[in-house]
């Protein structure tokens, strides 16, 4: 009878354990992702005034992000090679709680002011410095944990991977919860206190995992090394392989973010949600039975190529439904392609940790490309449609049907080439037929290397080549009319377009226009004298009408500050005795509007002016107090003002440098953000009155827009013959919507609010 109760009770061990063993693995790896993966939009969000709210701080932010993911699983790699199961666990104990005393998270006191120039090293070296060793031991948990896992003698650690999509689900849970739940709901303070909490229950979990293995029976370590032990070990090939297929969705991860962040805010909201894709396609592809099978997705890869050529000829991005909705669906197609062939070549356990090393390896060098990079070897945003491109050599190897055709494509597609360029070298006729319907002409050439895959299963770099031709006639037939020239700093791309005939030059960040000069009159003359004030400038605007009021109620000429240089147009705003001084974070934005070829408004208006160069919270707060009797906010990233600019804060910065009957101006235009009740919020936070500007003159047309204005005062005196004219409204403080502080800021409500007032 004992016989036969006995072992039953050890299988019923044997099974309690192995419950235990999996929920604590599982959870310890679950909170490490969430951990890894909150902190990116919590510390960048912390990070952004130092450089003016650009774009790219995030961009270098998943550069350092992934090299430190690839030294996190270089060391979880060199440090299982020890023989022993105490070194490995002791070693990353004492390294947890060595990151743990360096919490709660903060900006390195060496940090203050970024410095004029090399914003992308600065950036490094302060992440490194202020949160390098936490994010480092994060890094590293995964590849561990599984391997602690493989050698705990678990009945599934011969094909651990699964935890892998564990981890991945924590990821995509903490990033889509930091935009919809974490931000607006509370504080970067409290935010960063629940890191910290976290991080002290992770080490405990870690410890707890540690202590299993410990207690593991010691032949479950030689199991583990034996398992699988004639499974061949994979070539070089196979590693670089490995790289390229993790490389190319990196990189586009950054590249998309990128390309839709631009018209819409600097913000985390928009951030999130392609990384957040990104993480789910690793969740899909290393679960046991996928979601989405492989073979669909490597169907549909060609397909989402096609759609990236056909909305970039397209240009959506003046609708966010397209620009978000279409760029990221294709994103998540390709990137599942790219993954679910690395999941299909992963190799045995025993060499699991060698082969996330090849993984981040590939992560970093495609998010170095996008972030690094191509900012400084393109002046345009090159590298999309590059990686767009390289996405179709990530498809397995082929066997083309109906060769006997094939193998006469290549010179089939030169011939198409040399038909479709050469009319872009002459001008009329065939060229102008092409610039008018070239989303059909890209388009059909993308849906060709579609059609290439799904019909004729063709070879990759057939795919790949074909692509290249449909993304290079897009290059060749701009949908911008004119001449046009692009300017690249790390806050981004500035066009400067000429118009046909050559009668206006324009300023444009993405598809946001910043300003535009006149410079040949209807009938073809040049135009002689001062420029016109024009687009969000002229006269009759609610800027115009500001500076012309604050002028008059003072009766003498003013001392006006303007955060923002764009083209220049402010310079011919201001009349001779007065004193107006420019504040601009983009050195390169202010030597393209100095120069007169480009724009003649500094030249002919203000040939002297010297603006300081800077993030204009840290350069505008050094100016006297009480000196300015008119504050003129128009620093524009792209379609939004920087989130630091639009604060309580940043409100008091202002107010506090204004003359006693001062008064601030902002410009608020936006396609996709209500900005008018963020503004009215943080200036009655301060103790200033708010009228907005909800009228214009119907002058629309020869780049002159309506414009959303806010001024702001101490008292209704302080702007004039604003306070009693009907295209003025004062508005009071919305109670419903929180004030937006450095501490607090919500996209998501101000997107809805947007979105509530045009239905």
Not at 246 to 270: M, N
Request: aromatic share 10%.
């Amino acid at each position: 009878m004992d016989s036969i109760v006995q072992p039953a009770a050890t299988e019923q061990q044997s099974s309690s354990r192995n419950r235990l063993l999996l929920t604590v693995y599982t959870a310890a790896i679950f909170v490490s992702a969430l951990l890894l993966f909150s902190v990116q939009p919590l510390f960048t969000k912390m990070v952004l005034p130092r450089l003016g709210g650009s774009p790219a701080v995030w961009s270098v932010a998943m550069v350092f992000f992934q090299s430190l993911l690839l030294a996190g699983y270089a060391y979880a790699h060199l440090l299982m090679q020890a023989r022993g199961r105490i070194v490995p666990v002791a070693v990353h104990l004492v390294l947890l709680i060595a990151a743990f005393a360096t919490l709660p998270l903060g900006i390195a006191a060496a940090y203050g002011e970024p410095p004029a120039s090399g914003y992308a090293i600065w950036l490094l070296g302060l992440f490194a410095v202020s949160i390098g060793l936490p994010f480092f031991a994060l890094a590293a948990n995964n590849p561990l944990l599984q391997a602690w896992f493989v050698r705990t003698g678990h009945p599934a650690g011969h094909d651990p991977y699964f935890l892998y999509a564990s981890s991945n689900i924590g990821s995509f849970l903490a990033l889509l919860s930091y935009p919809f739940l974490l931000e607006p709901m509370f504080t970067l303070q409290m935010q960063n206190r629940f890191w910290t909490g976290g991080y002290a229950l992770l080490i405990l979990l870690i410890g707890a995992c540690g202590l299993l293995l410990l207690r593991s029976p010691r032949l479950a370590v030689v199991d583990a090394q034996t398992e699988e032990v004639n499974a061949p070990a994979p070539n070089l090939l196979m590693r670089l392989r490995w790289i390229f297929l993790a490389a190319v969705p990196s990189g586009l991860l950054i590249a998309v973010t990128a390309h839709i962040s631009t018209d819409v805010a600097a913000a985390p909201l928009l951030w999130v949600l392609p990384l957040s894709l990104y993480l789910l396609t690793w969740v899909i592809v290393f679960q046991s039975r996928p979601l989405l099978p492989h073979k669909w997705m490597l169907m549909l890869q060609p397909v989402a190529i096609a759609g990236v050529v056909v909305l970039l000829a397209f240009g959506g991005e003046q609708n966010l439904l397209l620009t978000l909705g279409g760029h990221q669906l294709c994103f998540f197609v390709i990137a599942m392609a790219c993954h679910g062939e690395l999941a299909r070549t992963r190799p045995a356990a025993r060499y699991l940790t060698g082969f996330y090393v090849a993984l981040s390896f590939g992560g970093m060098v495609g998010g170095l490309f996008a972030g690094l990079v191509a900012p400084y070897a393109f002046s345009w945003i090159a590298e999309y449609p590059i990686l767009i491109a390289l996405a179709a050599l990530c498809r397995p190897y082929a066997n083309e049907r109906l060769a006997g055709i094939v193998k006469w494509y290549w010179l089939a597609l030169a011939a198409l080439a040399l038909a479709l360029v050469a009319p872009s070298t002459t001008t009329g006729g065939l060229s102008t037929w092409f610039e008018d319907h070239r989303v059909w002409v890209a388009g059909a050439v993308g849906v060709l290397a579609a059609l290439l895959a799904l019909i004729l299963n063709a070879g990759r770099w057939k795919i790949f080549a074909t692509v290249a031709l449909a993304l290079a006639l897009i290059r060749v037939y701009p949908a911008d009319e004119g001449r046009v020239t692009t300017v690249r700093s790390f806050f981004g791309v500035h066009k400067i377009v000429v118009t046909p005939g050559g009668y206006f030059h324009v300023l444009m960040h993405g598809t946001t226009i910043h300003g535009a000069e006149r410079f040949r009159n209807n009938d073809g003359t040049p135009v002689a004298g001062r420029p016109e004030p024009i687009t969000y400038y002229h006269k009759d605007g609610g800027i115009g009408q500001a500076v012309s009021a604050i002028r008059e109620r003072k009766g003498a000429p003013l001392k006006v500050a303007a955060i923002g240089v764009g083209s220049g147009t402010l310079a011919c705003a201001a009349e001779p005795g007065e004193n107006w001084k420019f504040f601009e974070i983009d050195q390169s934005m202010v030597d393209a509007a100095r120069d007169p070829r480009n724009f003649r408004y500094i030249s002919s208006c203000m040939p002297d002016m010297k603006p300081v160069i800077g993030d204009a919270r840290l350069t505008f707060a050094k100016e006297p107090d009480g000196a300015y009797d008119l504050v003129i906010v128009d620093a524009y990233s792209s379609d939004a003002i920087p989130i630091h600019l639009a604060t309580e804060e940043a409100m008091k910065i202002y107010k506090d440098k204004l003359a006693p009957h001062g008064a601030v101006v902002m410009h608020v235009s936006n396609r996709h953000l209500d900005l008018e009740t963020v503004v009215v919020g943080i200036a009655d936070a301060n103790d200033l009155k708010s009228w907005v500007f909800n009228e214009d003159s119907g002058r629309d047309g020869d780049y002159i827009f309506s414009t959303d204005v806010v001024i702001s005062a101490r008292e209704e005196a302080d702007i004039g013959r604003l306070a009693s004219s009907k295209q003025w409204e004062q508005t009071e403080a919305d109670d419903r919507a929180r004030v937006w502080t450095d501490d607090y800021s919500n996209i998501l409500g101000a997107l809805y609010r947007r979105w509530k007032d045009g239905e």
